[in-house]
Nanobody, 118 residues
Framework: QYQLAESGGGLVQPGGSLTLSCAASGFTLDYYAIGWFRQAPGKEREGVSCISSNGNNIKYADSVKGRFTISRDNARSTVYLQMNSLKPEDTAVYYC???????????WGQGTQVTVSA
């Protein structure tokens, strides 16, 4: 069974930092691109960043470029999202996902809440 689990969210002051983790169980992340998404209250889910299976191709939403860094440790089957210079508008539930071709299904974690507030 393919499962993803996010962790690392919390309450942080503006300008602060958090590192989110996306861990896999039931499979290894090595072969799959991983995406980070977020959903703020009353808003649609939006893409934040994604990373290819080998880490060579990375993309960021314009709103987080220069502040967020995505990385992966395939040995630990974990993908990270380092978030610096956090702003109140970064407040959202953050999700990671993976599309598994053999099942033709996109799997999502349960999400982790990030709140940026003074």
């Amino acid at each position: 069974q393919y499962q993803l689990a996010e962790s690392g969210g919390g309450l942080v002051q503006p300008g602060g930092s958090l590192t989110l983790s996306c861990a896999a169980s039931g499979f290894t992340l090595d072969y799959y691109a991983i995406g980070w998404f977020r959903q703020a209250p009353g808003k649609e889910r939006e893409g934040v960043s994604c990373i290819s299976s080998n880490g060579n191709n990375i993309k960021y939403a314009d709103s987080v470029k220069g502040r967020f860094t995505i990385s992966r440790d395939n040995a630990r089957s974990t993908v990270y999202l380092q978030m610096n210079s956090l702003k109140p508008e970064d407040t959202a539930v953050y999700y990671c996902n993976a599309f598994i071709p053999i099942t033709q299904i996109t799997y999502w974690g349960q999400g982790t809440q990030v709140t940026v507030s003074a």
